[in-house]
């Protein structure tokens, strides 16, 4: 149940945050443009709060909050007094109905940029993206390429960290060839490598981009010796203590391996079970009954242990942490990557190579900001510039109802002279509601297909 509220609450904020940014353009350059404003609405359906301000703007949060809209006076939806024909969206030339439209989705990159040097002033703690395994038999394992090695780039972008490894893989799906470069540990060389990707199959809610190539970050070693016991937990419940060497789950022995041990655990929430360990050199037999607790859509089995783990070597981290200077250069750079990306994906998804299978709907995103908010400011604000970017690109769409449709409409008004027909308008704006609501509905369907599954 926190989970879930957690969640709520973080999309919630975030949607709130992006939506409000994206209606303000809107509302800044018509108000600048000299078109009057009735309502800057944050949400749909019933108003929990309204306030009319002094520029005579209704001031409006509502109770739906996924989206929001900027009414403004129009004469083809409302009736105008003479005095304030000049002050109507139509009045207005073509160029400035242009300038107010694109302001929305303008609004999204800039608070994008603004986000991401926010999280390069604060700096992310990371590691490098250093080889750990390569799966046998996988892309990179035929690629012949070496266990310890840094990923310095994917494609021609340069990689920092994992985060950056993953994306720039994804940014290739479709293509037959993927160029990478690795650099050794003592850096002596950097060799060039062109993985075979013809038979890849990513399929995003299976694995990640990197384990579907057959790529094993490295970690630190995980020891099945316990480095801690929390309190009232069914651990010490049972008598495990700090420094306990588990050996064996219902005589199945672990063999040192702590991935094994959480897995078998998992599977006896409220059951007993009898753990074989070892203490001071002397092998025990203790009992004990796992906690039930969620994880995701299932219940599992917790002890309430942590195992010890050896440290990160210093050189595998990196903090990417910049000043105010190079802080927006730096912004500057992930928000035309992840814009460039984001393009990418669409095109994917109307080509094919990309599977509908992978759109995600407000479940999918309330997870996303329940998880980033979850591990702090720097994360959150990477996860808002991430969903800000998607808000302004998919606005851009040219379909009716988004800000795209209008501004394809307005185009062709600037090249023909002439208003598109109402009626071509009335059936664009139907066909672009339908859309929408299919793409909506499929990302429903996938969110609960991930829940349930």
């Given at each position: 149940?926190?989970?879930?509220?957690?969640?709520?609450?973080?999309?919630?904020?975030?949607?709130?945050?992006?939506?409000?940014?994206?209606?303000?353009?809107?509302?800044?350059?018509?108000?600048?443009?000299?078109?009057?404003?009735?309502?800057?609405?944050?949400?749909?359906?019933?108003?929990?709060?309204?306030?009319?301000?002094?520029?005579?703007?209704?001031?409006?949060?509502?109770?739906?909050?996924?989206?929001?809209?900027?009414?403004?006076?129009?004469?083809?939806?409302?009736?105008?007094?003479?005095h304030?024909?000049?002050?109507?969206?139509n009045?207005?030339?073509?160029?400035?109905?242009?300038?107010?439209?694109?302001?929305?989705?303008?609004?999204?990159?800039?608070?994008?940029?603004?986000?991401?040097?926010?999280?390069?002033?604060?700096?992310?703690?990371?590691?490098?993206?250093?080889?750990?395994?390569?799966?046998?038999?996988?892309?990179?394992?035929?690629?012949q390429?070496n266990?310890?090695?840094?990923i310095?780039?994917?494609?021609?972008?340069?990689?920092?960290?994992?985060?950056d490894?993953?994306?720039?893989?994804?940014?290739?799906?479709?293509?037959?060839?993927?160029?990478?470069?690795?650099?050794?540990?003592?850096?002596?060389?950097?060799?060039?490598?062109?993985?075979?990707?013809?038979?890849?199959?990513?399929?995003?809610?299976?694995?990640?981009?990197?384990?579907?190539?057959?790529?094993?970050?490295?970690?630190?070693?995980?020891?099945?010796?316990?480095?801690?016991?929390?309190?009232?937990?069914?651990?010490?419940?049972?008598?495990?203590?700090?420094?306990?060497?588990?050996?064996?789950?219902?005589?199945?022995?672990?063999?040192?391996?702590?991935?094994?041990?959480?897995?078998?655990?998992?599977?006896?929430?409220?059951?007993?079970?009898?753990?074989?360990?070892?203490?001071?050199?002397?092998?025990?037999?203790l009992?004990?009954?796992?906690?039930?607790?969620?994880?995701?859509?299932?219940?599992?089995?917790?002890?309430?242990?942590?195992?010890?783990?050896?440290?990160?070597?210093?050189?595998?981290?990196?903090?990417?942490?910049?000043?105010p200077?190079?802080?927006?250069?730096?912004?500057?750079?992930?928000?035309?990557?992840?814009?460039?990306?984001?393009?990418?994906?669409?095109?994917?998804?109307?080509?094919?190579?990309?599977?509908?299978?992978?759109?995600?709907?407000?479940?999918?995103?309330?997870?996303?900001?329940?998880?980033?908010?979850?591990?702090?400011?720097?994360?959150?604000?990477?996860?808002?510039?991430?969903?800000?970017?998607?808000?302004?690109?998919?606005?851009?769409?040219?379909?009716?109802?988004?800000?795209?449709?209008?501004?394809?409409?307005?185009?062709?008004?600037?090249?023909?002279g002439k208003?598109?027909?109402?009626k071509?308008?009335?059936?664009?704006?139907?066909?672009?509601?339908?859309?929408?609501?299919?793409?909506?509905?499929?990302?429903?369907?996938?969110?609960?297909?991930?829940?349930?599954?």
């Open positions: 149940m926190f989970d879930f509220i957690w969640n709520l609450a973080s999309f919630v904020v975030a949607l709130g945050i992006l939506v409000t940014i994206h209606e303000y353009g809107h509302f800044w350059v018509a108000r600048k443009n000299g078109v009057k404003v009735e309502r800057f609405s944050v949400g749909f359906g019933r108003a929990l709060w309204r306030k009319t301000g002094q520029d005579g703007t209704e001031y409006v949060v509502a109770l739906i909050p996924l989206g929001g809209y900027v009414k403004m006076l129009d004469e083809r939806v409302d009736d105008v007094a003479e304030d024909k000049d002050k109507t969206f009045s207005k030339s073509v160029y400035q109905r242009i300038a107010i439209i694109a302001a929305g989705p303008l609004a999204n990159f800039i608070f994008a940029l603004f986000a991401f040097y926010l999280m390069f002033l604060i700096g992310v703690p990371s590691v490098k993206p250093i080889i750990g395994e390569l799966t046998p038999n996988s892309i990179v394992g035929q690629a390429l266990p310890s090695d840094e310095i780039s994917v494609a021609g972008t340069r990689t920092r960290d994992w985060q490894v993953n994306l720039a893989f994804i940014g290739e799906i479709g293509r037959d060839e993927i160029k990478i470069e690795t650099k050794s540990q003592d850096s002596l060389y950097i060799k060039t490598t062109l993985l075979n990707t013809r038979q890849w199959h990513y399929a995003p809610e299976k694995s990640s981009a990197l384990a579907s190539l057959g790529i094993v970050p490295f970690r630190p070693q995980v020891y099945t010796q316990l480095a801690t016991v929390a309190p009232d937990s069914a651990a010490e419940q049972a008598g495990l203590l700090v420094g306990d060497t588990l050996l064996a789950v219902n005589g199945e022995k672990i063999q040192q391996d702590w991935r094994s041990f959480s897995e078998k655990i998992k599977q006896y929430p409220e059951q007993n079970v009898m753990l074989s360990i070892e203490r001071s050199g002397e092998v025990l037999q009992a004990i009954t796992p906690k039930a607790i969620k994880q995701g859509d299932k219940t599992v089995g917790y002890v309430g242990i942590a195992p010890k783990v050896d440290s990160w070597p210093e050189h595998y981290l990196v903090d990417l942490t910049y000043g200077i190079d802080a927006i250069t730096q912004s500057a750079i992930r928000t035309w990557n992840m814009t460039e990306l984001t393009f990418g994906m669409i095109i994917k998804f109307i080509t094919g190579d990309v599977s509908v299978k992978n759109l995600s709907g407000p479940i999918g995103i309330a997870q996303g900001a329940g998880s980033s908010a979850g591990h702090g400011l720097v994360y959150f604000l990477g996860f808002l510039a991430l969903i800000s970017i998607n808000l302004g690109i998919i606005n851009l769409l040219p379909l009716p109802v988004l800000d795209g449709g209008h501004l394809l409409y307005y185009l062709i008004e600037l090249l023909t208003e598109v027909p109402e071509v308008q009335e059936a664009g704006f139907k066909f672009g509601a339908l859309t929408i609501l299919t793409l909506m509905a499929i990302g429903l369907f996938n969110d609960f297909s991930r829940v349930f599954n």
